[in-house]
């Protein structure tokens, strides 16, 4: 969280480079270029650096800097590969996404209603992990062949998954990543479970448009279809008394002068695995992005913008925005409705659960309040699986009694 005025950060001058282009997002941040050489004047927080540059002073993203010159991240290293196939090589996050079921009936229940969609049709599964689509299709349509592409260790055992379940004579596994692999012909569906937090962090829907371009037939299905991000004001008390009400008289002691640090501390970075009820709603949730898979270019992805503009339902207290996503899967088969995973609170719990960005300080809100702003979700140009999500909003009171300053503020919250 970016605050306004100086606060107790460990007063340096450090020397460091950029290692990328920074557009600054408002009043308080310090826009520079790649190789410019900029002053740390306070580590305000892990993620945002007070800084000088050419006399101009704001805060910069410390991932966006580093100490010497020479030697930018290389381009492997941005992928931090080793580190993510690594932990998709262990059974972990397998167990974890196939015991989530909203998630894998879907694409069971995709299977199922488009028999004809697949009927002697040629599938890429991208990202198959243990194959469990793949052995969807297979086992419930009659595919001519199903190429199953895993870049990590698990794919040893797909192989093994796929003889055991008698799918050996139509599922093909193919160790490696997509990008580098050459499959044996164009596919007529492309089927991927790519979803990460806030639909785009990993960034493996990089991944998936780069098969789509290089192996899906002219007028291919990409399932998923298309892809969205929702939004939300909502309020948040008791993450709030838990990260900062604490402080207040732990044991009958007052603690009170550490809750700027723990604003600061647990509010500067968004909260992953928060579980939003309904009722924490203070409006009607919103879809600020939609990507269209069959359309969506990997330039596209570098920055996307939603506008939102809210009408407070209920009197209550905003702590902050909460976001979420959800996918359609568009089907051939005449009469197909579109199914949908949804991983917002008004569906079936998922592993995804949603993400919540939450305010320095909350804010009072009315019925008839209107919360209007920007969301810009901002790929990180160092690291190729990371994002800033920058939020800009103001407050607009319709209550006559207590005019609600109208404040434009701005969140980052870095993944
Ligand atoms: N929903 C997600 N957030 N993650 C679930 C799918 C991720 C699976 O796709 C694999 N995977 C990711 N990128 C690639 C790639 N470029 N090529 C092959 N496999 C990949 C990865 O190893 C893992 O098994």
């Not at 002053?39 to 966006?64: C, I, M, N, Q």
């Not at 199953?148 to 055992?157: D, G, L």
């Not at 949603?354 to 810009?376: E, N, R, Y």
Request: proline share 4%.
């Amino acid at each position: 969280m970016l605050q306004e005025r100086g606060d107790n950060g460990v007063d340096t001058t450090e020397e460091f480079f950029g290692v990328a282009d920074f557009s600054a997002y408002g009043s308080n941040q310090l826009r520079f270029s790649v190789g410019d050489k900029l002053l740390v004047h306070k580590r305000t927080s892990s993620d945002w650096w007070w800084a000088e540059l050419r006399e101009s002073f704001g805060y910069v993203p410390s991932s966006y800097l580093q100490a010497e010159a020479e030697n930018v991240v290389q381009e492997e290293d941005a992928w931090q590969d080793e580190e993510y196939f690594g932990s998709y090589g262990t059974l972990k996050l397998h167990l974890e996404m196939l015991s989530d079921k909203p998630r894998t009936e879907v694409y069971r229940q995709v299977i199922l209603t488009n028999p004809a969609t697949l009927k002697g049709k040629v599938v890429l599964d991208l990202g198959c992990g243990t194959g469990i689509i793949s052995l969807f299709c297979a086992s419930l349509a009659e595919p001519a062949a199903v190429y199953a592409v895993e870049a990590s260790t698990v794919a040893e055992y797909t192989t093994k998954l796929v003889k055991d379940n008698g799918c050996g004579d139509v599922v093909t596994v193919f160790q490696g990543r997509v990008e580098e692999l050459t499959l044996p012909e164009k596919v007529d569906v492309l089927v991927s479970e790519w979803m990460g937090n806030c639909l785009l962090f990993e960034y493996m829907v990089e991944s998936v448009l780069h098969a789509r371009d290089c192996w899906l037939k002219e007028g291919g299905m990409m399932w998923p279809s298309l892809a969205s991000i929702t939004l939300v004001p909502c309020e948040a008390f008791h993450n709030f008394s838990e990260k900062v009400g604490f402080w207040e008289n732990p044991y009958g002691l007052d603690f009170s002068c550490l809750q700027p640090l723990a604003r600061k501390e647990f509010f500067s970075k968004p909260k992953f695995n928060h579980e939003i009820q309904p009722q924490d709603c203070l409006c009607t949730p919103t879809d600020v992005i939609t990507l269209n898979m069959h359309t969506l270019q990997v330039s596209d992805l570098e920055r996307l913008q939603g506008e939102f503009s809210f009408k407070v339902e209920k009197a209550g207290t905003f702590h902050g925005f909460t976001a979420w996503f959800s996918v359609q899967f568009h089907g051939l088969e005449r009469d197909a409705a579109a199914l949908i995973l949804d991983s917002g609170p008004h569906s079936a719990p998922t592993h995804w659960k949603q993400t919540l960005f939450m305010l320095d300080t909350p804010v009072t809100v009315h019925p008839g309040d209107s919360i209007s702003g920007t969301v810009v979700f901002h790929r990180n140009p160092v690291w190729r699986r990371h994002l800033t999500i920058t939020f800009q909003w103001c407050i607009g009171g319709s209550s006559t009694e207590d005019s609600i300053q109208s404040k434009a503020s701005i969140l980052n919250g870095f993944i």
